[in-house]
Protein backbone atom coordinates (compact mmCIF):
# COMPACT_ATOMS: atom_id res chain seq x y z
CA UNK A 1 0.00 0.00 0.00
CA UNK A 2 2.34 2.71 -1.47
CA UNK A 3 2.41 5.84 -0.12
CA UNK A 4 2.52 9.42 -1.97
CA UNK A 5 6.42 9.38 -2.46
CA UNK A 6 6.06 6.02 -3.86
CA UNK A 7 3.35 6.88 -5.90
CA UNK A 8 4.85 10.10 -7.19
CA UNK A 9 8.01 8.05 -8.38
CA UNK A 10 6.32 5.73 -10.64
CA UNK A 11 -2.07 28.46 -19.01
CA UNK A 12 -5.20 29.77 -19.23
CA UNK A 13 -8.49 29.06 -17.33
CA UNK A 14 -7.16 25.20 -17.05
CA UNK A 15 -10.20 22.94 -15.25
CA UNK A 16 -9.11 22.09 -11.64
CA UNK A 17 -6.32 20.39 -10.92
CA UNK A 18 -6.47 16.49 -11.33
CA UNK A 19 -10.12 16.32 -12.95
CA UNK A 20 -7.91 15.43 -16.03
CA UNK A 21 -4.84 14.32 -17.17
CA UNK A 22 -3.31 16.69 -19.79
CA UNK A 23 -0.38 16.23 -22.38
CA UNK A 24 1.94 18.09 -23.22
CA UNK A 25 3.67 21.19 -21.45
CA UNK A 26 0.37 21.12 -18.99
CA UNK A 27 1.93 17.58 -17.90
CA UNK A 28 5.34 18.90 -17.68
CA UNK A 29 4.54 21.88 -15.66
CA UNK A 30 2.34 19.95 -13.11
CA UNK A 31 4.88 17.46 -12.54
CA UNK A 32 7.63 19.91 -12.10
CA UNK A 33 5.29 21.72 -9.54
CA UNK A 34 4.33 18.46 -7.68
CA UNK A 35 8.19 17.45 -7.42
CA UNK A 36 8.74 20.78 -5.79
CA UNK A 37 6.15 20.38 -3.64
CA UNK A 38 7.40 17.44 -2.33
CA UNK A 39 11.35 18.53 -2.44
CA UNK A 40 9.88 21.44 -0.11
CA UNK A 41 7.69 18.98 2.11
CA UNK A 42 11.26 17.26 2.50
CA UNK A 43 13.88 19.89 3.17
CA UNK A 44 11.66 22.03 5.05
CA UNK A 45 8.10 21.10 5.95
CA UNK A 46 4.66 22.55 5.13
CA UNK A 47 4.48 25.95 7.24
CA UNK A 48 7.92 26.82 5.62
CA UNK A 49 6.54 25.62 1.82
CA UNK A 50 6.33 29.10 0.08
CA UNK A 51 4.82 29.99 -3.37
CA UNK A 52 8.27 31.33 -4.13
CA UNK A 53 9.97 28.22 -3.52
CA UNK A 54 7.87 26.17 -5.45
CA UNK A 55 8.60 29.11 -8.40
CA UNK A 56 12.29 29.07 -7.39
CA UNK A 57 12.50 25.14 -7.62
CA UNK A 58 9.87 24.46 -10.51
CA UNK A 59 11.13 27.54 -12.72
CA UNK A 60 6.77 27.98 -13.26
CA UNK A 61 6.51 31.48 -12.59
CA UNK A 62 4.20 32.39 -9.15
CA UNK A 63 2.02 34.15 -11.11
CA UNK A 64 1.00 31.13 -12.96
CA UNK A 65 1.16 28.87 -10.02
CA UNK A 66 -1.27 31.16 -8.15
CA UNK A 67 -3.60 31.74 -11.58
CA UNK A 68 -3.81 27.89 -11.40
CA UNK A 69 -3.08 26.24 -8.41
CA UNK A 70 -4.34 29.54 -5.57
CA UNK A 71 -1.67 29.18 -3.54
CA UNK A 72 0.51 26.45 -1.63
CA UNK A 73 -3.00 24.44 -0.27
CA UNK A 74 -3.41 23.42 -4.11
CA UNK A 75 -0.48 22.91 -4.99
CA UNK A 76 0.05 20.27 -2.06
CA UNK A 77 -3.26 19.33 -2.76
CA UNK A 78 -2.93 18.85 -6.80
CA UNK A 79 0.52 16.95 -5.80
CA UNK A 80 -1.47 14.22 -3.74
CA UNK A 81 -4.04 14.14 -6.53
CA UNK A 82 -1.26 13.28 -9.11
CA UNK A 83 0.30 11.02 -6.79
CA UNK A 84 -3.17 9.12 -7.12
CA UNK A 85 -3.17 8.57 -10.41
CA UNK A 86 -0.37 5.48 -10.61
CA UNK A 87 -1.03 2.34 -11.54
CA UNK A 88 -0.31 0.78 -8.28
CA UNK A 89 -1.97 -2.49 -7.39
CA UNK A 90 -2.51 -4.37 -4.28
CA UNK A 91 -0.48 -7.83 -4.48
CA UNK A 92 -1.30 -11.07 -5.14
CA UNK A 93 0.24 -14.06 -3.23
CA UNK A 94 -2.32 -16.31 -3.77
CA UNK A 95 -3.66 -16.70 0.01
CA UNK A 96 -5.18 -13.83 2.32
CA UNK A 97 -1.72 -14.00 5.00
CA UNK A 98 0.79 -13.96 2.15
CA UNK A 99 -1.27 -10.57 0.48
CA UNK A 100 -1.77 -8.99 4.36
CA UNK A 101 1.65 -9.14 5.48
CA UNK A 102 2.84 -8.00 2.08
CA UNK A 103 0.43 -4.90 2.57
CA UNK A 104 1.65 -4.38 5.82
CA UNK A 105 5.74 -4.77 5.37
CA UNK A 106 4.96 -2.07 1.85
CA UNK A 107 3.66 0.18 4.92
CA UNK A 108 6.82 -0.55 6.97
CA UNK A 109 9.17 -0.61 4.54
CA UNK A 110 7.83 2.48 2.66
CA UNK A 111 8.73 4.89 5.80
CA UNK A 112 11.86 3.13 6.94
CA UNK A 113 14.24 5.13 4.97
CA UNK A 114 14.33 8.85 6.64
CA UNK A 115 14.47 10.15 3.28
CA UNK A 116 11.67 8.52 1.31
CA UNK A 117 9.52 9.02 4.49
CA UNK A 118 9.81 12.74 4.58
CA UNK A 119 7.89 13.29 1.77
CA UNK A 120 4.43 11.61 2.59
CA UNK A 121 5.20 12.63 6.54
CA UNK A 122 5.30 15.80 5.05
CA UNK A 123 1.99 15.36 3.79
CA UNK A 124 0.29 14.18 6.77
CA UNK A 125 1.71 16.98 9.02
CA UNK A 126 0.29 19.12 5.71
CA UNK A 127 -3.47 17.76 6.84
CA UNK A 128 -3.12 18.64 10.12
CA UNK A 129 -3.21 22.43 8.91
CA UNK A 130 -4.60 22.72 5.93
CA UNK A 131 -7.93 21.35 5.39
CA UNK A 132 -7.88 21.09 1.50
CA UNK A 133 -4.97 19.00 2.06
CA UNK A 134 -6.34 17.06 4.74
CA UNK A 135 -9.25 16.58 2.06
CA UNK A 136 -6.84 15.36 -0.47
CA UNK A 137 -5.14 12.98 1.81
CA UNK A 138 -8.30 11.27 2.68
CA UNK A 139 -9.04 11.01 -0.98
CA UNK A 140 -5.78 9.69 -1.60
CA UNK A 141 -5.79 6.74 0.81
CA UNK A 142 -9.64 5.86 0.09
CA UNK A 143 -8.53 5.19 -3.60
CA UNK A 144 -5.62 3.09 -2.01
CA UNK A 145 -7.69 1.09 0.48
CA UNK A 146 -10.23 0.34 -2.32
CA UNK A 147 -7.68 -1.02 -4.61
CA UNK A 148 -6.44 -2.84 -1.64
CA UNK A 149 -10.31 -4.55 -0.98
CA UNK A 150 -9.53 -7.22 -3.95
CA UNK A 151 -7.70 -9.08 -1.13
CA UNK A 152 -10.31 -9.81 0.85
CA UNK A 153 -12.79 -10.19 -2.26
CA UNK A 154 -10.39 -13.25 -3.64
CA UNK A 155 -9.99 -14.52 0.14
CA UNK A 156 -13.94 -14.94 0.07
CA UNK A 157 -13.85 -16.49 -2.99
CA UNK A 158 -11.07 -19.16 -2.11
CA UNK A 159 -13.07 -19.71 1.50
CA UNK A 160 -10.47 -18.01 3.80
CA UNK A 161 -12.70 -15.37 4.68
CA UNK A 162 -16.02 -15.80 5.90
CA UNK A 163 -19.05 -14.39 3.13
CA UNK A 164 -19.73 -10.66 4.55
CA UNK A 165 -16.67 -9.83 5.46
CA UNK A 166 -16.16 -5.85 5.41
CA UNK A 167 -13.08 -5.81 2.66
CA UNK A 168 -12.53 -1.70 3.43
CA UNK A 169 -12.52 -2.47 7.22
CA UNK A 170 -10.23 -5.56 7.03
CA UNK A 171 -7.62 -3.37 4.55
CA UNK A 172 -7.37 -0.42 7.18
CA UNK A 173 -7.13 -2.30 10.02
CA UNK A 174 -3.85 -3.14 8.63
CA UNK A 175 -2.04 -0.57 8.31
CA UNK A 176 -4.27 1.72 11.41
CA UNK A 177 -1.34 0.19 14.11
CA UNK A 178 1.76 1.14 11.72
CA UNK A 179 0.12 4.38 11.61
CA UNK A 180 -0.58 4.68 14.91
CA UNK A 181 2.80 4.23 15.65
CA UNK A 182 4.46 6.50 12.97
CA UNK A 183 1.92 9.65 13.22
CA UNK A 184 0.88 9.53 17.11
CA UNK A 185 3.30 7.77 19.16
CA UNK A 186 6.30 8.36 16.64
CA UNK A 187 7.75 4.97 17.27
CA UNK A 188 9.73 3.42 14.67
CA UNK A 189 7.85 0.50 12.80
CA UNK A 190 9.95 -2.68 10.95
CA UNK A 191 9.26 -5.62 9.41
CA UNK A 192 8.28 -8.03 12.70
CA UNK A 193 5.34 -5.01 13.74
CA UNK A 194 4.42 -5.57 10.40
CA UNK A 195 3.85 -9.26 10.14
CA UNK A 196 2.52 -9.11 13.32
CA UNK A 197 0.00 -6.41 12.26
CA UNK A 198 -1.11 -8.79 9.77
CA UNK A 199 -1.57 -11.76 11.56
CA UNK A 200 -3.63 -10.15 14.33
CA UNK A 201 -6.20 -8.75 11.19
CA UNK A 202 -6.00 -11.93 9.75
CA UNK A 203 -6.84 -14.09 12.96
CA UNK A 204 -9.76 -11.51 13.56
CA UNK A 205 -10.98 -12.18 10.10
CA UNK A 206 -10.88 -16.04 10.26
CA UNK A 207 -12.71 -15.35 13.82
CA UNK A 208 -15.83 -13.26 11.79
CA UNK A 209 -14.89 -10.33 13.49
CA UNK A 210 -15.41 -8.36 10.19
CA UNK A 211 -17.92 -10.28 8.91
CA UNK A 212 -20.63 -8.34 10.87
CA UNK A 213 -24.00 -9.29 12.73
CA UNK A 214 -26.45 -9.76 9.03
CA UNK A 215 -23.22 -11.83 7.58
CA UNK A 216 -24.07 -15.14 6.03
CA UNK A 217 -23.52 -18.06 8.44
Given amino acids: MNDPQSAADHEGSDPAPGSRRPGGRTARTRAAVRDAVLTGLTEHGYPALTVEYVAEHSGVHK ?3 YRRWGGVEGMVAD ?5 GEDRWTAPDTGSLAGDLRA ?10 DPA ?11 AFQSPRAAESLRDFYTERFRRCECVVDR ?3 RGEAPAGTDAGAVVRAVSAPLFLRLF ?7 TGLADQAARTVLAAVEAGAFAG ?3 PV
Fill in 63 to 65: TTL
Fill in 79 to 83: ALALA
Fill in 103 to 112: LAREVAESFA
Fill in 116 to 126: RAAAPTGFVAA
Fill in 155 to 157: AVA
Fill in 184 to 190: VTREPVD
Fill in 213 to 215: EDA
